[in-house]
């Protein structure tokens, strides 16, 4: 079964500065790859996704996530946090017709 | 708003009781996906319905059993509930099957087993 690790529960950055989410994947075989976001008393939104088109996937909200087959990573960037960026992040995999999600990482961002 | 509603918002019940989780999915999808979510497990991948057939199953307790009505919406039935089955219980719905297709959430049902 496919597994995937979100390093870092909880991450802190500053206003303006670089976010870094981390995601890896367990699959040999490149899956489809995913980013959602919860905020508080909500349902998943997404915020990109990868489908094997381009390595590296833009997203909404100046969030983009590059696929990096031999690391078997898909991690979330952003180069400049906003306060409204505060929020619970979650990699997820669509493999065959199973998904599964990472564990989340929530992102707080001081002023 | 993604267009995804579910009812209730919250439910509180007792152990072994029943009850029914309602999702409607976005106009035109024809997929719908349920998923749990608590502290101890995450965001797990319940079952999957297709345009009224089950398309795929992940982690779904015998106790629990979904389906989905010719108007497309889908219920989510949980049976002989336990206090573990206290959680958060999301609907998704998506045009097509595919791995690839996007989902869209709704916002939950918040369940309390007391």
């Known amino acids: 079964a496919q597994s995937v690790t979100q390093l870092g529960s909880h991450v802190s950055v500053s206003e303006g500065a670089l976010v870094l989410l981390r995601c890896n994947y367990s699959?040999?075989?490149?899956?489809?790859l995913f980013w959602y976001v919860q905020y508080p008393n909500q349902g998943l939104q997404l915020l990109l996704k990868?489908?094997?088109?381009?390595?590296l996937v833009k997203g909404i909200n100046g969030f983009e996530a590059e696929f990096k087959k031999s690391e078997t990573s898909f991690h979330l960037t952003k180069p400049s946090a906003h306060m409204s960026d505060a929020a619970e992040y979650f990699c997820a995999v669509s493999e065959g017709n199973q998904f599964y999600f990472g564990t989340g990482t929530s992102l707080t961002v001081i002023p | 708003d993604s267009g995804v509603t579910q009812t209730p918002k919250h439910l509180i019940t007792a152990t072994g009781q029943r009850v029914t989780l309602r999702c409607s999915p976005r106009?035109?999808?024809?997929?719908v996906y349920w998923y749990q979510q608590s502290l101890d497990q995450g965001l797990q991948f319940l079952i999957q319905y297709y345009n009224g057939e089950e398309r795929a199953k992940g982690n779904i307790l015998e106790r629990f059993s979904a389906q989905q009505f010719p108007d497309l919406h889908s219920e989510l039935n949980l049976s002989s509930l336990e206090l573990g089955d206290s959680a958060l219980y999301f609907c998704?719905?998506?045009?097509?099957?595919?791995?690839?297709?996007?989902?869209?959430f709704g916002p939950g049902t918040r369940l309390l087993v007391l």
């Open positions: 106009s035109g999808d024809l997929s």
């Open positions: 990868y489908t094997s088109a381009a390595t």
């Open positions: 998704a719905s998506s045009v097509g099957v595919a791995g690839v297709e996007t989902q869209y």
């Open positions: 699959s040999s075989v490149p899956p489809y």
